[in-house]
């Protein structure tokens, strides 16, 4: 760790405390992005607010290349200890805190005569759309480079540990109704129990057979049928489904098979089974010049041996979307080891917070050398 991130850190860990115990919904980030542009206003910067939309960019520096780190700015919505509430169960307000420590380190650092620093505080990346938003809006039109990070379970980095690339799997959020008619209770003929298609659903779910040397799952991740009368079926019931692969071509598989059991069970009980994809998350396009400035970082900040080959896993996440829609685009994400468990989305998740300044530090000097143009060798 530099000197300059302990002089950072009390700053950055009273951002992070604010972060976290303000945490809003996708799209709902107003006091969030408020409160980033609150910090960001107070130096020499650009900063480009939507009308239609929470979250912000910030840039500071001129001309090419523009290299810029994105962060995510949302929460989730679970249930922790017997209520329901917006919760930072996946990192986000670490990775917001980390992209404000950059943004400041940069602001006092000696920077090159040309090239644009662009900080893209990025809202709705729990819903899957967030990042389309944004290219939408044009925020990376004029970039070169993109740079993302994310915090990383115990099971794949320690404390400490940093790898130059997150290989993100596929993902869709599918949701689903059964429409059919209620019967009362002592006339099971008269009617659909839609529990008991939602049971086949699951059933013929777990019996999809596709490829299994390429990791996918699908699952069902809510169902809701009947009311407060035990004496009527419910001929209604509405659903979401979690499909997960490895790779786009594995999850369209997915996808086409759960499109084909639908169908199949209308036909046979004669009911409605309509599907709406409410969020599609593509797998990982990495670019091997990013990665080769990222790993040199790491091994210059943080030794080789603190240096992990790029991950693999089946999360996914919309990042991956700034580079399918813009393919020249040269991105990677840093993956961030910081003994982080039992695992995110985990509503009492918890990770070490100390690991921040280093990440600023490897994701500040990696910025500083893209747009040098500097490639050491490790």
């Keep these: 760790m530099t000197k300059d991130s302990h002089i950072l850190t009390p700053s950055i860990e009273d951002i992070r405390k604010f972060l976290h115990l303000h945490p809003e919904l996708s799209f709902e980030e107003y006091k969030t992005s408020a409160y980033i542009e609150s910090i960001v206003r107070k130096y020499p910067c650009k900063v480009t607010t939507f009308e239609d939309s929470t979250g912000l960019v ?36 670490a990775h917001m805190t980390i992209g404000l420590g950059v943004f400041l380190k940069l602001i ?11 900080f893209i505080f990025q809202p709705g990346e729990e819903k899957g759309t967030g990042a389309l938003s944004l290219i939408e809006k044009g925020v990376i039109d004029d970039v070169d480079f993109l740079y993302g990070m994310h915090l990383r379970p115990i099971e794949e980095l320690r404390n400490g540990q940093f790898s130059p690339a997150i290989e993100h799997g596929a993902a869709k ?68 489904i979690d499909l997960r692969a490895q790779n786009n071509d594995v999850l369209n598989q997915l996808s086409k098979k759960i499109e084909d059991i639908a169908l199949m069970l209308e036909k046979y009980h004669h009911i409605k089974l309509p599907l709406k994809v409410s969020a599609h998350v593509a797998a990982a396009q990495t670019n091997a010049e990013a990665i080769a400035y990222m790993e040199n970082v790491i091994s210059q900040q ?42 995110l989305h985990h509503p009492y998740m918890t990770y070490n917070h100390e690991i921040i300044p280093s990440a600023i530090d490897i994701l500040s000097e990696v910025m500083i050398q893209t747009v040098k143009g500097e490639k050491g060798v490790n």
């Excluded at 650092?109 to 620093?117: E, I």
């Excluded at 390429?214 to 009527?232: E, R, V, Y």
């Design 302 to 343: 943080m030794g080789n041996q603190q240096l992990i080959p790029p991950i693999t896993t089946t999360g996914g996440d919309d990042f991956h979307f700034y580079t399918i829609k813009r393919p020249e685009l040269k991105a990677t994400m840093l993956a961030i080891g910081c003994d982080l468990q039992p695992g």
């Design 108 to 118: 006092e650092a000696d920077l090159p005569a040309k090239g644009t620093f662009k």
């Design 173 to 240: 959020f599918i949701e689903g109704s059964i429409l059919g008619e209620d019967a009362h209770g002592a006339r099971p003929h008269l009617n659909v129990n839609a529990i008991q298609v939602g049971m086949e659903l699951f059933e013929h779910m777990n019996h999809i057979q596709i490829n299994p040397n390429i990791p996918h799952s699908a699952k069902l991740t809510s169902f809701q049928a009947g009311g407060k009368s035990p004496n009527i079926i419910p001929g209604n019931a509405t659903f979401s």
């Design 58 to 93: 910030v840039e500071i520096g001129s001309g090419h290349p523009v290299v810029a780190l994105r962060a995510d700015m949302d929460a989730l919505w679970q249930e922790v200890d017997g209520k329901f509430q917006a919760n930072h169960s996946c990192g986000h307000d």
